[in-house]
Every structure is written in structure tokens, then in C-alpha cells.
């Protein structure tokens, strides 16, 4: 065993028992990780929800009126184990009629975390719909970063999420794809760099 994957081998047993100890009484990861079908999600425990997508984002908003609005805890409904907050009554209808139409893609997570199979982050006000999809990103940098190739970074993020994100629990995949990178990972300070490029070039 050469240096390079002792050290590597020592980085993940490391992560692996911190995420194992922050497990243990974490009520995040408690929230993010339900029994249901839908797992891991984007979700926090407040009071009266144990797990809510998005902080409570009204996700029937981004499609029906283009825009994120904040949904109220009096427009409620649980879906899979998981909570769900909307800004009217109307919209509470429409998600109950046919919730899998309004679920944001990757668990609410970033879908640029999910390019590289980490389910981290996620504002519910920076976001695109994409062939009928919601796509959530962390912030302006990680949807900028996505836009640089949204055929295939939509492929690698489908791919991460239905082969290892999917049904995992989000602390230990997060940890295993910190420590574990996939081969095209590239760092914030790269796709920073990358994006500007791409404003500079000429149009």
C-alpha cells in the first residue's frame, strides 16, 4: 500500500467515525434522512414538522407563478414521511393531487453537489426549472457553475443519485464523496475560475 492510499484510507476512517458520532444525536441528520421513498432530503425540524423540505418553501410557486415564496405552516401536508409547507390553500391542493409533479429533483439538494454525488446545501431561492423539472442549487455560484454544461451535468447528477445518493444516508455519503472524490470533481476556486471564463469569452 503506497502512501497516497494509506493516507486516503486513513481520511475516510476518520470521517466515518466523526459522521458516526455526529450521527448519533444529530437531529439534522434525523430530518434529512426519513423511511420513507424519499431519501435523503433537504429538510430541518422545526416546531410541529420533523422534517421539512426546503425550510418550508412553497414548491407548487416555482411552477405555477414562476418564483419562490415561503409557505405557511396553516398550508400544510406530509408526503413520504416528509413535511411540506405552501403559501395557500390552492397550492396545498394542487401538491396533495399530485405531489410527485412538484418534488424538487435530488432531494431538494444542490444539483451541483449532486454532479459529484455530495448531497449538501440547497436555497430554495436559487433554483430553475428545467424540462418541466425544479432543480435547487446552493446560491448564485453553484448554479452558474451548473449552467456551464446542463446536459451533462444533469447526466452525472441522475447517475450519482440513482446509483449511490439515492436511498443512502446523506451524512455518510456526504463524508465517503468528501474524502472519495469522483473523478471530474473539481473545487469551488475551479468552477469560479471556469465561469468566469465563460463570461469573458466572446458571445
Not at 410557486?61 to 411540506?84: L, M
Amino acid at each position: 500500500m503506497n502512501s497516497t492510499t494509506s493516507k486516503r484510507g486513513r481520511g475516510l476512517a476518520l470521517a466515518l467515525s466523526v459522521s458516526a458520532a455526529l450521527l448519533a444525536g444529530c437531529g439534522a441528520m434525523t430530518a434529512q434522512n426519513p423511511s420513507g421513498a424519499l431519501r435523503p432530503v433537504n429538510a430541518v425540524t422545526v416546531p410541529g414538522a420533523d422534517r421539512l423540505m426546503l425550510k418550508g418553501a412553497d414548491l407548487v410557486a416555482y411552477f405555477t407563478e414562476g418564483r419562490y415564496s415561503q409557505g405557511d405552516a396553516r398550508f400544510s401536508s406530509v408526503y413520504e414521511g416528509v413535511n411540506f409547507h405552501f403559501a395557500s390553500a390552492a397550492n396545498k391542493a394542487l401538491f396533495d393531487a399530485a405531489p410527485q409533479r412538484y418534488l424538487p429533483q435530488y432531494g431538494g439538494y444542490c444539483a451541483n453537489g449532486i454532479v459529484y454525488g455530495i448531497p449538501w446545501g440547497g436555497d430554495a431561492d436559487t433554483w430553475r426549472l428545467i424540462d418541466g423539472k425544479l432543480y435547487i442549487f446552493g446560491g448564485r455560484s453553484s448554479l452558474e457553475a451548473f449552467e456551464l454544461d446542463v446536459a451533462g451535468n444533469r447526466r452525472l447528477a441522475d447517475q450519482y443519485w440513482a446509483g449511490e445518493v439515492a436511498g443512502s444516508n446523506s451524512l455518510w455519503q456526504r463524508s465517503k464523496r468528501m474524502v472519495l472524490r469522483v473523478p471530474h470533481y473539481k473545487s469551488g476556486e475551479e468552477l469560479a475560475r471556469l465561469v468566469a471564463a465563460s463570461k469573458a469569452a466572446p458571445k
